[in-house]
C-alpha cells in the first residue's frame, strides 16, 4: 500500500475514529496522528469512509498517462449499474467517459455473465464450500485469518482483468496495433480492486494500466445520451450482492456482503458449520460492488436501479457469446498462488510467541478491559500487545495513569 493510501497528518486529529471502525486492528494513534500497520490492512475502506477530516488519501492515476497510447479503452465496472435504469442513461455515462479521452469503453457484463456459467460449473466438481474469489478483501481476509480456508477460495481471477486480456486482443485487431500500444485504465469503485490491482493480487503484474476512482469521475447527475451497445442481461445481476443466489439454485448459494457478517460466515465453514453449501456469495461492502466505497449513489437505490434496468433489456447470448473463446480457459485464472499472511504472529520462534503471549495476559490483568481507545491502540488487549512488542509503554493507559495519580 506504500504511495497508495497515506495519511496527511496536518489533518488528522487522531480522534480515534477510524481507528475504532478497522475490522482487523490495522490503525493505531500515536503522537496524536493515526498510523497503518499495512500489513493488517484487508482493504475495506471503512477508515477512509468513517473519516470526518478527508485525511485519508488514495493516490489514483494520472490522465497525462493516457497520451502514452495509441488507443486508450476504460473498464466500465460493474458497479457503474447501480447508477443507471436504462440504456440512454447507460449512453449518459458512456459520452462523459469519451469526454475525459478514452477511445473505446469496455462493458464487464458480458464478461460476468460468461464468468458466472463457468463458476457454476466448476463448483459440481467437488462437495466442498466454495467462497467466490472477486471481492479482493475477502481473499485478504481469508489470508490474515483463516488461512486453510485458502483452498475454499474459487481460482477464478477479478472480471476486470478478464476483461482487459480480451479488450487488448479485441481492440488490437480492429485498430491494427500492437497489444502493447493499448492502455487499459479501470474505474475503481473500491478501495479494495484499486490495491489489488496496484498489487497485482493472484498475478505477478496486473492486466489493468491505469486506475481511477469512481467518486473523481463521476456525479450523481447524469445526462442521458443514445448509445449504439449491448449489456448482458444477467451479468449486470451480479454488480449487486445475491446475483448468484437471484440467477442460480438458490437452495446452494449463500450470500453475505459486510465485513463483520462475512467474518461470521468464514469462522462458520472454518469450524465446519455450514451444510450444503457449495458457493459463498461473498462481498465486503454491504449491497456488492454497487455498495463500493467510492460509488455514489445510495446502495439500496444501486440495486433497485440494477433490477430496473434488467426489465428493460431483451436476454443477451449473442452479445454474451463474443467473448467466450476470446481467452483460453487458463486466462480467466489467477496466475499465481494466493498464500496465508500472518501478520498478527508475535515471534517467528514459537517459544518467544509462548513468551510473549505471557506477557500479553500479564499485562491485560492490569488494564481495565474498557476498549476506551483513548491509548490510541483499538482494545485493551491490542495495547498489551502493543506494549510487548515495545510499541507503547502501559503509561498510555489513561486509567491507569489517572489511578496512580489519585
Ligand atoms: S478519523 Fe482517523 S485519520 Fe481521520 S482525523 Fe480521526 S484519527 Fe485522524
Ligand atoms: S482499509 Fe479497512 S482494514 Fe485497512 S486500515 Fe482501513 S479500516 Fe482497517
Known amino acids: 500500500m506504500k504511495h497508495l493510501v497515506d495519511i496527511h497528518v496536518d489533518r488528522c486529529i487522531g480522534c480515534t475514529r477510524c481507528m475504532r471502525v478497522c475490522p482487523t486492528e490495522a490503525i493505531r494513534i500515536k503522537n496524536e496522528k493515526a498510523l497503518l500497520i499495512k500489513e ?15 485525511a485519508y488519501k488514495v493516490y489514483s492515476d494520472s490522465f497525462a498517462n493516457l497520451n502514452k497510447h495509441k488507443v486508450n479503452v476504460v473498464i466500465l465496472p460493474s458497479a457503474i449499474y447501480g447508477m443507471t435504469k436504462n440504456m440512454k442513461e ?3 455515462i458512456y459520452q462523459i467517459l469519451y469526454d475525459y479521452g478514452f477511445d473505446e469503453v469496455f462493458d464487464l457484463s458480458g464478461v460476468v455473465e460468461l464468468l458466472s456459467q463457468k463458476i457454476t460449473e466448476y463448483i459440481k466438481q467437488s462437495d466442498k464450500t466454495y467462497i467466490l474469489s472477486q471481492c479482493p478483501t475477502v481473499i485478504r481476509l481469508i489470508q490474515l485469518k483463516y488461512p486453510s480456508l485458502l483452498s475454499n477460495l474459487l481460482p477464478f481471477d477479478f472480471p476486470y482483468e478478464i ?11 480492429k485498430y491494427q496495433i500492437k497489444e502493447e500500444d493499448i492502455g487499459i485504465s479501470y474505474i475503481s469503485e473500491c478501495l479494495s480492486n ?8 493472484g498475478k505477478k503484474k496486473s492486466n489493468v494500466d491505469y486506475v481511477f476512482l469512481f467518486n473523481d469521475l463521476f456525479r450523481n447527475s447524469i445526462d442521458s445520451d443514445q448509445i ?23 437452495n446452494e448459494v449463500l450470500s453475505v456482503d459486510g465485513v463483520k457478517e462475512l467474518d461470521e460466515i468464514l469462522e462458520r465453514i472454518y469450524l465446519n458449520r455450514l451444510d450444503n453449501v457449495k458457493l459463498v456469495e461473498a462481498y465486503s461492502c454491504i449491497g456488492g460492488c454497487v455498495g463500493g466505497n467510492f460509488t455514489i449513489e445510495n ?34 485464472m489467477f496466475t499465481s498462488e494466493v498464500e496465508a499472511l500472518s501478520p498478527y504472529k508475535l515471534s517467528e520462534n514459537i517459544n518467544q510467541s509462548i513468551v510473549k503471549m505471557n506477557q500479553i495476559n500479564q499485562i491485560l490483568k492490569q488494564l481495565p478491559n474498557i476498549d476506551c481507545c483513548a491509548c490510541g491502540s483499538p482494545s485493551c488487549r491490542a495495547l498489551a500487545e502493543d506494549v510487548v512488542n515495545h510499541e507503547k509503554t502501559l503509561d498510555d493507559c489513561y486509567i491507569l495513569k489517572r489511578g496512580d495519580e489519585t
Open 228 to 250: 449504439n451497445t449491448s449489456v448482458a442481461k444477467n451479468g449486470i445481476q451480479f454488480s449487486k450482492a445475491g446475483g448468484f443466489e437471484y440467477l442460480s439454485n438458490k
Open 90 to 92: 447507460l449512453g449518459g
Open 299 to 332: 446502495t439500496f437505490v444501486a440495486k433497485w436501479k440494477v433490477n430496473q434496468f434488467h426489465q428493460t433489456i431483451d436476454e443477451s447470448i449473442e452479445y454474451v457469446n463474443q467473448f467466450r473463446h476470446v481467452l483460453n480457459s487458463r486466462d480467466w
Open 163 to 173: 476483461g482487459a486480456k480480451i479488450a487488448r486482443k479485441k481492440l488490437s485487431q
Open 194 to 201: 484499486f490495491i489489488a490491482i496496484k498489487e497485482g493480487l
Open 40 to 54: 493488517r490492512c484487508i482493504f475495506c475502506g471503512n477508515c477512509i469512509l468513517n473519516c470526518h477530516k478527508s
